[in-house]
């Protein structure tokens, strides 16, 4: 392995969308008209106006040079916007673009951009890329399995609304296996623009199908890395690919019976671990099952205080893009860092907008544009930037 290689990690290097092709322009047009209307535009703060402005500067731009620190729309941004009401993509794009850029311009403030909420850290799969193939970290005398309490949750639903709008249900362990997740996805609902659920769909039962369709997901990612069973198995350890199927053929009918008016975007995301994988072959599988497929590069983040350590200087971007709260409360700048070593506090102690900005975080990513990674655990050995 190039150990000075780096990985991005909301980059697909595979993908495709069964229900539309994506249309840029017609979307960009589609922002400019509705910023005109000067009621959506009171309804952003002074501060996100500005960001607005900034964002449609680039969108506008003639230049259609793709520049590192100009604001483009992903084709995953464009389809998030197109299943939205018009009253919602002016916020949209504001925090689309703090998501995108402000990793670049290493501006902060005072709410993360992005959200990653941990319902829990026990998973029912041993993938062979996860952390979860770590004993000591999944041996319950450690402390770190856990299921986050329905009372934690709303309390961090509650702050984090109106304030973050891209949030997702995910982290280390498999959401739908916590206890309390029908109550916490019903607690959701109308709160968040952009509400991600990932899961890997083994326990995905009807009650749990009724509860992701209620609530308020926008879309629902569904982890599976193979087409065949053999090698899904292989890759997904105590994973079933005929269950997996059976589960999100049973969602995808009763969304079309009894949520028709739902929009909601699915999209089944792999890891590209192997040669042995072919996204041809994941195409024909999940074709008229889902509406998006993609494989995201695989990063060696398994077991990553081990590992040897890299010659990488450039500062991680997700340490000015999002930050984690674990099942526990406690705040985490990534989930490479697994065991918490560079834990900035608990959400018991403090709310979102201190701990985002709390002193430690401020160090950490000082450290990192200082060139200083290589002093850290474990960013010494992560290839992410």
């Known amino acids: 392995m190039d150990l000075n ?10 993908e495709i969308n069964f229900k539309d092709s994506y249309h840029e322009s017609e979307t960009i047009q589609r922002i400019i008209k509705i910023s005109k209307n000067k009621k959506f535009l009171s309804d952003l703060s002074i501060a996100h106006q500005n960001i607005l ?11 259609k040079k793709k520049k590192k620190d100009k604001f ?18 002016l916020k949209y794009v504001v925090h689309r673009y703090r998501y995108e850029i402000f990793p670049i311009t290493k501006e902060i403030d005072e709410f993360p951009p992005y959200l990653q909420i941990e ?22 005398k450690n402390g770190f399995m856990g299921n986050m309490t329905h009372d934690l949750f709303k309390k961090i639903i509650d702050d984090a609304e109106g ?32 509400l991600k659920l990932n899961t890997n769909a083994s ?48 969602f995808k009918n009763i969304k079309e019976k ?27 599988l999940w074709q008229g099952l889902v509406d998006q497929v993609a494989f995201v590069e695989y990063n060696p983040w398994e077991n990553s205080y081990d590992k040897s350590h890299n010659e990488i200087a450039e500062p991680c971007s ?31 102690e403090k709310k979102l907008s201190e701990l985002w900005q709390s002193e430690s975080y401020n160090t950490l990513r000082e450290s990192h544009l200082n060139q200083e990674r290589q002093k850290i655990t474990p960013c010494k050995s992560c290839y992410l930037v």
Request: with cysteine; hydrophobic share 35%.
């Open 5 to 14: 290689k780096t990985y991005k990690k909301k980059d697909s290097i595979s």
């Open 119 to 140: 319902p829990t850290s026990i998973c029912n799969y041993r993938c062979v890329f996860c952390f979860e193939t770590d004993t000591t970290f999944t041996n319950k």
């Open 53 to 63: 402005k900034r964002a449609i500067t680039d969108l506008n731009s003639k230049d």
């Open 72 to 89: 483009t729309l992903t084709n995953y941004a464009i389809s998030e916007i197109d299943i939205l009401p018009d009253i919602f993509v």
């Open 258 to 284: 009894q949520y028709s008016n739902k929009k909601m975007i699915t999209r089944v995301s792999g890891v590209k671990f192997s040669k042995e994988q072919n996204f041809d072959d994941m195409k024909n």
């Open 318 to 348: 997700d340490l000015w893009r999002r930050m984690f709260i674990w099942w526990d409360g406690k705040a985490n700048p990534c989930d490479v860092d697994y065991k918490s070593m560079l834990s900035t506090g608990t959400f018991h």
């Open 163 to 194: 304030n973050v709008e891209f949030v997702t249900l995910a982290s280390r362990g498999e959401p739908l296996a916590c206890k309390d997740i029908n109550q916490m996805l019903s607690y959701t609902n109308d709160k968040f623009i952009s």
């Open 203 to 250: 326990l995905l039962n009807e009650d749990k199908c009724h509860a992701i369709l209620s609530s308020g997901v926008r879309t629902l990612i569904f982890s599976a890395d193979a087409a065949d069973e053999k090698l899904y198995a292989k890759l997904r350890v105590n994973g079933k690919l005929d269950i997996v199927l059976k589960n999100i053929e049973r």
